[in-house]
């Protein structure tokens, strides 16, 4: 859906291929069709399904040689990185080795990454069984426990304890869902930096900060901008790439948590605020100039919020960003009110399950815990 929003709010139409159908994004003023395709073509290196997807693109370059190949989630951003030498360079939305992105969304290997690099990082250990904690976790303190790959709080625990710690990683292993991370918990706020990569340089960025009631704000956090320069540099990326920070309330200082290698799911978001990653990623792949990077801080506020002063036309006080959402939202009021649903009952699109970490859906499940999805 983000992705699809930020094609809308650059003005372009798009086709919509996927692993299951998606009504909302179906019915978006700017998709003009697509198609389903098997989840197993976008997973399996060679597979009868994985060649004909790629012959279809091949052919929808050859018949619109200005189409842009654009991936909105992990298992499309890796299928393209397999086949980036196939395709294009001009019509390709950037994408890294796959090595690399695999690198990224192990949370593991990425904490081994900012360790190498001096990126100030909460510490992290790599947890095998009930023994590992024992060995590894201090006896004070406050924890996190998650999974290695993982994503939307699936999976995701806080402890006070080394006793609360031991736990929750034997029922985890009793999951057979091991091994996991037992990270530091640094008391503060959620800071991300969005970053749009062109071989090893940041060409444009954008930081937010989640708000406990929903809403995003936008503003300026130039040290969280330098520490996604140092991995992005040190890597050689190429791409969109979703840095998640974290601001210790204390002492002001930024911790780098974990990367989404991929399109995220605040996109839009970021686009309403003036950094569309779709419309740079493109410039980048067509060496077009890229705009600079917006500045300032502007606030977007919740669907949910929008919807309720629409109904109610009530849209004072809204920011251009907020607005700008409104307005796309107020172009497709059929995919508006289905994705609503959608959020409010997951279970009517299967897009989101299928995107969860195997199992742990599942785990969460079973202990009555609700992730973000």
Known sequence: MSAALCLEEAGLRFL???????????????????????AHALDVAGSADGRALLASLLRAVE?????????????????????????????LYPVSDESQIAQLHDKWEFARLCDRLGVRTPTTWLVRGVDDVDAQVPPEGRWVVKPIAGHASVGVRVVDSTARARAVVARIGDADLLPVLVQQLVEGDDLDVSVVADHGTVVAHREQRYEGD????????????????????????????????????????????????????????????????????????????????????????????????????????????????????????????????????????????????????????????????
């Not at 919509?16 to 198609?35: K, Q, Y």
């Not at 909105?72 to 299928?79: C, E, I």
């Open 16 to 38: 919509l291929v996927a692993t299951s159908r998606c009504p909302a994004i179906e019915h978006l003023r700017g998709c003009v069709g697509g198609g389903v395709v098997p």
């Open 63 to 91: 018949l619109a040689p200005d189409v842009v190949i654009v991936p909105a989630g992990l298992p499309s951003t890796l299928f393209l990185a397999r086949h980036r030498a196939d395709l294009p360079v001009c019509n």
């Open 214 to 373: 929903g809403r995003l704000t936008y503003l300026d956090r130039p040290d969280l901008a330098d520490m996604a320069r140092v991995i992005v540099a040190a890597a050689g990326l190429h791409g969109v790439f979703h840095f998640d920070g974290l601001r210790d309330a204390k002492s002001d200082e930024m911790f780098m948590l974990e990367c989404n290698p991929r399109m995220y799911a605040s996109a839009h978001k970021s686009a309403y605020a003036g950094f569309n990653p779709v419309t740079v990623g493109m410039a980048v792949a067509r060496s077009e100039p890229v705009a600079p990077s917006p500045t300032g801080e502007v606030t977007v506020l919740p669907p949910s919020w929008v919807v309720r002063r629409m109904l109610a036309r009530d849209t004072d006080g809204l920011d251009a960003a907020s607005r700008e959402g409104m307005r796309a939202q107020l172009r497709n009021p059929v995919s508006t009110l289905l994705h609503l649903a959608e959020l409010r009952y997951p279970r009517l699109a299967p897009w989101h399950v299928d995107e969860r970490p195997t199992g742990w859906g599942e785990f969460d499940a079973a202990e009555g815990q609700a992730s973000a999805w």
